[in-house]
């Protein structure tokens, strides 16, 4: 007799699987280009490359992992060399940036709006401004219940309706200013129509 196979709960999505590789999302946890940030962000890929090098894909993905943990030993070598502090002090800078911002163990309404953001128009959904903001509310008040590292539960696993609804009042999150947050993130929307005549109306 076979014996029966239990099914295993599925797990719950990490809040970071879904923040996608939009420009807003790159900019907000990756840094813009020539920041502290982004070079902190570039260190911590390519010096971690040999460890996932057997992972590529591609030989083209290999070379490139190649070549950047070998720029990256040369840079920090190279700095070193030349007492060079600017150099350690902007990396220093640019990972305590990226900490503040860590996807994985912070709630902040940035995460949310893009995890929100990209949820919303996954395989080209359309989607307006206050559908995000209230998923991102729902994510932020989900995460906070469930605890580090942030994620967010199957349906099944999901808190109750009431109990979302509870930490949203407790924690006052419909009270973030999340429309200024959707300006400083540069997320766009659909144009909605014109209020008023069509162009070109008059009166018969």
């Known amino acids: 007799m076979t014996p029966r196979t239990v099914p295993q709960p599925v797990p719950a999505v990490p809040l970071w699987d879904i923040l ?16 502290d940030q982004a070079l902190a962000s570039w260190l911590c890929y390519a010096l971690n ?5 057997n992972y590529a894909r591609t030989p083209e993905e290999k070379k490139l992992m190649k070549t950047a943990f070998e720029k990256a030993v040369r840079m920090i070598g190279q700095a070193a060399l030349n007492y060079d502090e600017e150099f350690f002090a902007r990396w220093t ?3 305590k940036e990226l ?4 996807p994985r163990v912070r709630l902040t309404p940035e995460i949310s709006l893009l995890a929100a953001y990209n949820f919303c128009t996954a395989s080209g959904c359309k989607t307006s401004q206050t ?7 729902d994510f932020l008040a989900i995460a906070r219940i469930n605890g580090l590292p942030n994620r967010i539960p199957r349906p099944s696993q999901k808190p109750t ?3 979302i609804d509870a930490e949203i009042e407790r924690g006052g999150l419909k009270t973030i200013g999340w429309r200024a947050y959707i300006k400083k993130l540069g997320v766009t ?9 069509p162009t070109g109306w008059r009166k018969r």
Request: hydrophobic content about 30%; charged content about 30%; glycine content about 10%.
């Open 20 to 35: 996608g590789v939009s420009n807003s999302s790159i900019a907000c946890f990756f840094g813009k280009s020539e920041s």
């Open 49 to 53: 490359a040999s460890s996932i090098y």
């Open 93 to 95: 800078r640019g990972r």
């Open 99 to 102: 900490k503040a911002i860590d």
């Open 131 to 137: 559908e995000v903001i209230q998923t991102a509310i």
């Open 161 to 163: 309706r009431a109990q």
């Open 189 to 197: 929307f659909p144009d909605r129509g014109k209020r008023g005549r």
